[in-house]
């Protein structure tokens, strides 16, 4: 099972990336998927899940009305569009899917049982 991110890069303030994870060796329809990110220094945290279905997507305050996440489950890939990126933003994204419908908290990292290597993102001023 793996789990590519992509995307990632140099960008300035105010501008935009689409991240990308696709996932091989198993299908993860069935599971909620989401994007974490580590800055350096700090713990990794919580920046946005979806449901299996894409019906229901959440959201870190911080991100809320700027970042978008989806998932097509047609080719097993979830995306992370990021807009209106801010220097604090400047993180390594790493995608995570759960490994069963049964959870109790989509932001703790521990729910997730598969992750992907991190795409790195930095914003300039």
């Known amino acids: 099972v793996q789990l590519q991110a992509s995307g990632g890069g140099l960008v300035q303030a105010g501008g935009s990336l689409r991240l990308s994870c696709a996932a091989s060796g198993r299908r993860f329809s069935n599971y909620m998927m989401g994007w974490f990110r580590q800055a350096p220094g700090k713990e990794r945290e919580f920046v946005a899940a979806?449901?299996?279905?894409?019906?229901?997507?959440y959201y870190t305050h911080s991100v809320k009305g700027r970042f978008t996440i989806s998932r097509s489950n047609a080719v097993n890939t979830v995306y992370l569009q990021m807009n209106s990126l801010k220097t604090e933003d400047s993180a390594v994204y790493y995608c995570a899917a759960m490994g069963s419908v049964y959870y109790t908290d989509y932001r703790n990292l521990n729910e997730y049982t598969y992750w992907g290597q991190g795409t790195e993102v930095t914003v300039s001023s």
């Open positions: 979806i449901s299996w279905s894409g019906d229901s997507a």
